[in-house]
């Protein structure tokens, strides 16, 4: 998982139990614009 924090981390930001790091966030924007990079980090 990309964000860490365990399966239900990302379920946890979205209901706003919890608050994301600022690098999660910034890593969530980066792929919004550019989606095409996800394939890429999986493979790293």
């Not at 399966?7 to 550019?34: C, I, M, Q």
């Given at each position: 998982?990309l964000?860490?924090?365990?399966?239900?981390?990302?379920?946890?930001?979205?209901?706003?139990?919890?608050?994301?790091?600022p690098a999660?966030?910034?890593l969530l924007?980066?792929?919004?614009?550019?989606?095409?990079e996800?394939?890429r980090?999986?493979?790293?």
């Amino acid at each position: 998982m990309l964000t860490g924090g365990g399966h239900n981390a990302f379920s946890r930001y979205e209901t706003g139990k919890v608050v994301p790091a600022p690098a999660v966030v910034n890593l969530l924007r980066l792929l919004d614009r550019h989606p095409e990079e996800l394939e890429r980090l999986k493979r790293a």
